[in-house]
């Protein structure tokens, strides 16, 4: 049974910091792309960024480039979204996904459950 169990949210003030992951199981291939989306009350799913498998590869949304970084660790099946210089409107559920690349949620596959991050002004 393939899983993505994510973690890391939490509240934090304007300008701070957070880390979410996503530790991923039961995928009977390993070369998968591992994604990040958000969905902020009212709004669309978008995607914040997404890394692959084997080159690294990354993809950043222009609202978040140069404030958030995604890694993966391969060894531990995880994805890692550092997110730095918060925002109000980065207010949002952060979901993981894996799959095909690209940003649009219908690359993906699998998701999981979501993790609030909650940036106060």
């Known amino acids: 049974e393939v899983q993505l169990q994510a973690s890391g949210g939490g509240l934090v003030q304007a300008g701070g910091s957070l880390r979410v992951s996503c530790q991923a199981s039961?995928?009977?291939?390993?070369?998968?792309?591992m994604g990040w989306f958000r969905q902020a009350p009212g709004k669309e799913r978008e995607a914040v960024s997404c890394?692959?498998?084997?080159?690294?590869?990354?993809y950043y949304a222009d609202a978040v480039k140069g404030r958030f970084t995604i890694s993966r660790d391969n060894a531990k099946n995880t994805a890692y979204l550092q997110m730095n210089s918060l925002k109000p409107e980065d207010t949002a559920v952060y979901y993981c996904?894996?799959?095909?690349?690209?940003?649009?949620?219908?690359?993906?596959?699998?998701w999981g459950q979501g993790t609030l991050v909650t940036v106060s002004s």
């Open positions: 890394i692959t498998r084997s080159t690294g590869r990354t």
């Open positions: 996904a894996a799959g095909r690349w690209g940003n649009s949620p219908r690359a993906y596959d699998y």
């Open positions: 039961g995928f009977a291939r390993d070369v998968y792309t």
